[in-house]
């Protein structure tokens, strides 16, 4: 089987080629990543020698990539997105470019061709909980708050559209917040990691009693095997972690992990429209697909911090923006002969 997979240079589509890689290895994987500041070729320097896997350098907005990428493959899982919220505050345009309009070429390419789609989208699309409110499932209705997830909402959208007006075979998988290896270190875990290790305060934001709930990447790379081995096209999965947690209680297990007391904490103004409780109801996905998370938070999180205290030239590279050069170097070596 191709699959073809679209922002396998971030965080989250780079675990998933690992992961399928490794569940598969008879597969072949064509990775097409803009790489924007995200995404990272580093992460994938284990398997450059492997047959089964290519890189494509490429903007999923272009067609004249999109196209003949997408009438190669059996299979499209769609994780390119621009992600970060604070960033969709600063500059909703290219969000909207990006996850909006970049899904559509994706959709128009799948229509003519017939692929199968696979859409990963976020549980950000529904808006807050209150704490007393039943986590959110696959009747929940949307209601974004922020440029990031009003674009994830909207190519959600679009997904469903053309399913129904065009029959393009499809899936679609909202997931609670992702933690793991490679997690680029703007967010949250990662960047309080980072900066504890550098011996620098940590920013939590407004109370720091936002709860969200936590999937372990590799849960969800699971996750969407499970969909795409089994689950009925037209329609939604919900994957999740089953681990609310407040923000102050990961800090303060961070804490703990990296011998680090309460002063470094400082809580710093809240950003705008921030959602105050994010939690998913997997259930279906357990009782159509057999699927739920097997990695416990508190050792997840564990083995996160030891990834990022053993990969900590992997940060700097990051926080520098070393990335290009290293792609530079990587192309000029095994791509321009």
């Given at each position: 089987?191709?699959?073809?997979?679209t922002?396998g240079?971030?965080?989250i589509?780079?675990?998933?080629i690992?992961?399928?890689?490794k569940?598969?290895?008879?597969d072949n994987i064509?990775?097409?990543?803009?790489?924007?500041?995200?995404?990272?070729?580093?992460?994938h320097?284990?398997?450059?020698g492997?047959?089964?896997y290519r890189?494509?350098?490429g903007?999923?907005?272009d067609?004249?990539v999109?196209?003949?990428?997408?009438?190669d493959?059996?299979i499209?899982?769609?994780?390119?997105?621009?992600?970060h919220?604070?960033?969709?505050i600063?500059?909703?345009?290219?969000f909207?470019?990006?996850?909006?309009?970049?899904?559509?070429?994706l959709?128009?390419?799948?229509?003519e061709?017939?692929?199968?789609f696979?859409h990963?989208s976020?549980?950000?699309?529904f808006?807050?909980?209150g704490?007393?409110d039943?986590p959110?499932?696959?009747?929940?209705?949307?209601?974004?708050?922020?440029?990031?997830?009003a674009?994830k909402?909207?190519?959600d959208?679009?997904?469903?559209?053309?399913?129904?007006t065009y029959g393009?075979p499809?899936?679609i998988?909202?997931?609670?917040n992702?933690?793991?290896?490679?997690?680029?270190?703007?967010?949250?875990?990662?960047?309080?990691?980072?900066?504890?290790?550098?011996?620098?305060?940590?920013?939590?934001?407004?109370?720091?009693?936002?709860?969200?709930?936590?999937?372990?990447v590799?849960?969800h790379?699971?996750?969407?095997?499970?969909?795409?081995?089994?689950g009925?096209?037209?329609?939604?999965?919900y994957?999740?972690?089953?681990?609310?947690?407040?923000?102050i209680?990961?800090?303060?297990?961070?804490?703990t992990?990296?011998?680090k007391?309460?002063?470094?904490?400082?809580y710093?103004?809240?950003?705008?429209?921030h959602?105050r409780?994010?939690a998913i109801d997997f259930?279906k996905?357990?009782r159509?697909l057999?699927?739920?998370?097997?990695?416990a938070?508190?050792?997840?999180?564990?083995?996160?911090v030891?990834?990022y205290?053993?990969?900590?030239?992997?940060?700097?590279?990051c926080?520098?923006?070393?990335?290009?050069?290293?792609?530079?170097?990587?192309?000029n070596?095994?791509?321009?002969?």
């Open positions: 089987m191709k699959l073809l997979v922002g240079a971030g965080f589509g780079s675990n998933f690992h992961y399928w890689l569940q598969h290895p008879e064509v990775n097409l990543d803009v790489l924007s500041y995200a995404g990272n070729l580093e992460n320097a284990s398997i450059e492997n047959k089964h890189f494509v350098k903007d999923i907005t067609k004249e999109v196209f003949p990428l997408v009438e493959a059996d499209v899982v769609h994780f390119a997105a621009e992600t919220v604070d960033r969709s600063l500059d909703p345009a290219v909207v470019r990006t996850n909006v309009m970049g899904t559509q070429v959709l128009e390419a799948v229509k061709y017939g692929t199968r696979h990963v976020t549980d950000e699309v808006g807050a909980l704490p007393n039943p959110f499932n696959e009747d929940t209705k949307y209601d974004p708050r922020s440029p990031y997830s674009s909402a909207g190519a959208h679009l997904v469903r559209a053309y399913y129904h393009i499809m899936t998988s909202n997931c609670s992702n933690y793991g290896p490679y997690m680029f270190p703007e967010k949250m875990m990662p960047l309080f990691i980072s900066n504890l290790l550098e011996d620098k305060k940590v920013p939590v934001y407004g109370d720091g009693l936002q709860v969200r709930d936590w999937i372990h590799d849960d790379a699971r996750g969407v095997d499970f969909i795409l081995q089994k009925t096209i037209g329609e939604t999965y994957l999740g972690g089953n681990a609310e947690k407040k923000n209680d990961i800090v303060k297990l961070l804490l992990y990296l011998g007391d309460e002063s470094y904490i400082e710093v103004k809240d950003r705008p429209g959602d409780r994010y259930s996905a357990t159509e057999g699927w739920k998370p097997e990695v938070f508190e050792q997840g999180l564990k083995e996160m030891e990834w205290v053993a990969n900590q030239e992997w940060v700097a590279r926080k520098s923006g070393d990335y290009q050069a290293y792609y530079d170097e990587w192309y070596k095994t791509l321009k002969k």
